[in-house]
C-alpha cells in the first residue's frame, strides 16, 4: 500500500461544488488501496481578503496576529473537505496544524517548517481515514500560529510528504501543469512533461506562478518527486524530479517573465572601495531584496553608475533610505518601474555555448532594448521595457524551439 499526499490549491477548492469534486477525486484514490494525506489551501480568494481587512484595521498589523488571522481560511477549507469525504461514504477529519502539531522556526508570515509529530495522524490513517490537513499554517516553539508565506500550503505538502515518508506527492491546481511559458501570454506555449528541480526552482523565483519557490528547494534537499496535475482534468501534468527530460535535448526549458519589478540607478557614484557596501547596507536592514545589480567600469577613473532592481513595492522606502543616506553621494537618482524582468532557463545551457548571443540577437531583431542582464550557470535573464513583455517571450520562444 502506498501513501500518498493530495494537495489541493484555492481554485480547487474554490467553491461548495468544487470541494464534493475533489472529494470525489479522493475517493478514487482510496478505491485503489491508497493511504492518503489530504493537504489543503484556503478556498481561493479567502486569505486575500483577510489580509485586506487586516490592513484596514491598521497599516501595522501586528505580525503575530497577522498569521493567526490569514491562516484561518485553511480551517474552513479542510472541515468543508472533511465533512464532504464524510458525506460520501469516508472515514475523515481535518487537523489543524497546532494540533499535530506541525513545528516552525522563522518569522512570523514566512515560517519555515521545522518537524511534524506524525503519530495521531498515522493511527487515523492505519485505521483506514482520511486526515485533512491544514496547508500554510504552522505553530512556533512559543505555541504562537504562524504561516508559511503567500502559497505556503505547497511548503506544507511537501514537507508532510518528506516527515511521512510518502511514496508520491501530487499538487493539484488550476493549471495543467508546468508550461514552456505563460499560455495566456503565449499560445504556442506547451507543456512540459519532466523538468529538473534546479529548472523548476528558477522558473517559479523567475516568475511562473505553479508552486512556491521554497517548496521545490525544500522537494530537491529531499528529492521528493512532485506531480503537478489539475484538479479537474483527467490529462497528465508535470513530473518535478532529479532530471529533465532525457529525450528532449532543448537548451532553454522554459521562459519566465515578472512585472513587479522597479529599476533603480545612481547617476555618478564615487568609484572606491565601500561605496557599493554602504548603497546597499540600509536595504538590507530593512529587508529589501536586491534583486539584479550593474556597475560600470568608471571612464574617468572617478565615478561610476550603479543600476539596481527591487520589487515594485519597496521602491519607495528604497528611495527614501538612498535618500537619507549620508555614508553615499551621487549626482542624481533615476527610477523606473515600468520594467519587465524576462528570463531563459535550462540546464541544458551548460553545455551550449552562445545561448546568450541568441537571446541578445532574438530581441535585437525585435528592437527590444536591454537595460539590464544577469545570469546563472541555468538562466539568463535580461531587464525591459514592460510594453514589450508579451513580444519578448514569444520571440524567446521560438528562437529556442518551444513552439
Ligand atoms: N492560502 C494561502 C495563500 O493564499 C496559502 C496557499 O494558497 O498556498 O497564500
Ligand atoms: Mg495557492
Redesign the pocket.
Given at each position: 500500500m502506498s501513501l500518498v499526499v493530495l494537495k489541493f490549491?484555492?481554485t480547487s477548492v474554490g467553491s461548495c461544488e468544487k470541494i464534493i469534486k475533489v472529494a470525489k477525486l479522493i475517493k478514487k484514490y482510496h478505491k485503489k488501496k491508497n493511504k492518503i494525506i489530504v493537504v489543503s489551501?484556503?478556498m481561493s480568494g479567502?486569505?486575500?481578503d483577510l489580509i485586506k481587512k487586516s490592513k484596514t484595521i491598521s497599516n501595522k498589523f501586528e505580525k503575530s496576529e497577522y498569521d493567526v488571522l490569514v491562516s484561518a481560511?485553511?480551517q474552513i477549507a479542510c472541515s468543508l473537505l472533511a465533512g464532504s469525504l464524510m458525506d460520501i461514504g469516508l472515514k475523515s477529519r481535518s487537523w489543524l496544524s497546532w494540533q499535530l502539531p506541525i513545528l516552525t522556526e522563522g518569522n512570523h508570515a514566512s515560517s519555515r517548517i521545522k518537524k511534524i509529530n506524525t503519530k495521531e495522524v498515522l493511527d487515523f490513517i492505519n485505521k483506514g481515514g482520511i486526515p485533512v490537513i491544514t496547508?500554510?499554517q504552522g505553530i512556533s516553539i512559543n505555541k504562537r500560529i504562524t504561516t508559511l508565506g503567500?502559497?505556503?500550503?505547497?511548503s506544507s505538502a511537501i514537507a508532510i510528504a518528506k516527515f511521512f515518508n510518502a511514496d508520491s506527492c501530487i499538487i493539484y491546481t488550476d493549471v495543467e501543469g508546468v508550461y514552456t511559458t505563460d499560455p495566456k501570454v503565449n499560445l504556442r506555449a506547451k507543456k512540459i512533461n519532466k523538468i529538473s528541480y534546479e529548472e523548476m526552482l528558477e522558473m517559479a523565483s523567475l516568475g511562473t506562478k505553479v508552486m512556491?519557490p521554497s517548496s521545490i528547494q525544500d522537494a530537491m534537499l529531499n528529492n521528493i518527486t512532485i506531480d503537478v496535475k489539475s484538479t479537474f482534468s483527467k490529462k497528465s501534468g508535470t513530473k518535478i524530479t532529479i532530471e529533465n527530460d532525457d529525450f528532449n535535448n532543448k537548451v532553454v526549458t522554459g521562459i519566465a517573465y515578472t512585472k513587479n519589478d522597479a529599476k533603480i540607478t545612481l547617476v555618478s557614484v564615487v568609484d572606491k572601495p565601500g561605496v557599493a557596501a554602504n548603497i546597499f547596507k540600509p536595504l538590507a536592514n530593512n529587508e529589501i531584496n536586491v534583486d539584479m545589480v550593474v556597475q560600470n567600469i568608471s571612464a574617468n577613473g572617478k565615478e561610476t553608475d550603479i543600476t539596481f532592481t527591487v520589487k515594485r513595492e519597496d521602491i519607495k522606502n528604497s528611495l527614501k533610505l538612498l535618500k537619507k543616506n549620508n555614508k553615499i553621494s551621487y549626482k542624481k537618482i533615476i527610477q523606473d518601474d515600468k520594467v519587465s524582468k524576462i528570463s531563459i532557463i535550462g540546464v541544458g545551457m551548460i553545455s551550449s555555448p552562445g545561448v546568450t548571443y541568441r537571446m541578445f540577437k532574438a530581441l535585437a531583431k525585435k528592437k527590444i532594448n536591454i537595460m539590464v542582464i544577469s545570469t546563472s550557470e541555468i538562466k539568463i535573464s535580461v531587464l525591459i521595457n514592460q510594453k514589450h513583455t508579451n513580444e519578448a517571450v514569444k520571440v524567446l520562444h521560438q528562437e529556442f524551439n518551444l513552439d
Open positions: 490549491g484555492g489551501s484556503a479567502v486569505t486575500n481560511g485553511e496547508g500554510f503567500r502559497g505556503g500550503s505547497d512556491q
